[in-house]
C-alpha cells in the first residue's frame, strides 16, 4: 500500500463518516417532525379511525427510513472493502459515483413516499375509511414495486461497470489500451 492510496483512503473514510452522521442528524429531525404533526392532528377535531391510519403511516416512513438507513450503511461498507481490495483509481471513482447515485435514489424515493402519504391523508380526511385504505396499500405497493426496479437496475449495472474493469485490467496490468492485442 502506498501512500498516496491511504491518504485517500483516510480522506474517504472521514467523509464517509461526516455523511453518515449528517444522515443522521437529519432523520432524527424528521422523526421530530412527523411526531409533532401526529401530536398536533389528534390535538385537532379529527375521528379516531382517521388519526390511528396517520399514526401507521407514520411508523411505515419510519421503518422505510430506518431501512433505509441501514442499506446505505451496508453499502459504504462495501464499498470500503472493495476499495481496500481494489486499488484502482478509476474504480474509486465509479463507486463514489454510483454511491451518490444510490444516495440520490433513495432520498428520491424517501421525498415520493411522504409525497404520497401526506396526499393520501389530505384523502383520508373527507372519505371513508376502507376505501382509503385499500387506495392507500395501492399505492404504498406500487411505489415499493418501483423502488425495487429501480434497486435491481442500479445493482445490475454496478455490476457490468465492476466486470468491465476487472476484465480490463486482467488483460493488461500495465497498460490497458496500448500494446493489448488479446483485448482487441
Known amino acids: 500500500m502506498t501512500t498516496t492510496t491511504t491518504t485517500t483512503m483516510m480522506v474517504m473514510m472521514v467523509m464517509m463518516m461526516m455523511m453518515m452522521m449528517m444522515m443522521m442528524m437529519m432523520m432524527m429531525m424528521i422523526t421530530m417532525m412527523t411526531m409533532t404533526k401526529i401530536i398536533t392532528m389528534i390535538m385537532t377535531t379529527m375521528t379516531m379511525t382517521t388519526t390511528m391510519m396517520m399514526m401507521t403511516m407514520m411508523m411505515m416512513m419510519m421503518m422505510m427510513m430506518k431501512m433505509m438507513m441501514m442499506m446505505m450503511m451496508?453499502?459504504?461498507?462495501?464499498?470500503?472493502?472493495?476499495?481496500?481490495?481494489?486499488?484502482?483509481?478509476?474504480?474509486?471513482?465509479?463507486?463514489?459515483?454510483?454511491?451518490?447515485?444510490?444516495?440520490?435514489?433513495?432520498?428520491?424515493?424517501?421525498?415520493?413516499?411522504?409525497?404520497?402519504?401526506?396526499?393520501?391523508?389530505?384523502?383520508?380526511?373527507?372519505?371513508?375509511?376502507?376505501?382509503?385504505?385499500?387506495?392507500?396499500?395501492?399505492?404504498?405497493?406500487?411505489?415499493?414495486?418501483?423502488?425495487?426496479?429501480?434497486?435491481?437496475?442500479?445493482?445490475?449495472?454496478?455490476?457490468?461497470?465492476?466486470?468491465?474493469?476487472?476484465r480490463a485490467r486482467n488483460y493488461n496490468s500495465v497498460s490497458r489500451f496500448t500494446h493489448n492485442k488479446s483485448s482487441r
Open 74 to 166: 451496508m453499502m459504504m461498507m462495501m464499498m470500503m472493502m472493495m476499495m481496500m481490495m481494489m486499488m484502482m483509481m478509476v474504480v474509486m471513482m465509479m463507486m463514489m459515483m454510483m454511491m451518490m447515485m444510490m444516495m440520490m435514489m433513495m432520498m428520491m424515493m424517501m421525498m415520493m413516499m411522504m409525497m404520497m402519504m401526506m396526499m393520501m391523508m389530505m384523502m383520508t380526511t373527507t372519505t371513508t375509511t376502507t376505501t382509503t385504505t385499500t387506495t392507500t396499500m395501492t399505492m404504498t405497493m406500487m411505489m415499493m414495486m418501483m423502488m425495487m426496479m429501480m434497486m435491481m437496475m442500479m445493482m445490475f449495472i454496478m455490476m457490468m461497470m465492476m466486470t468491465v474493469y476487472v
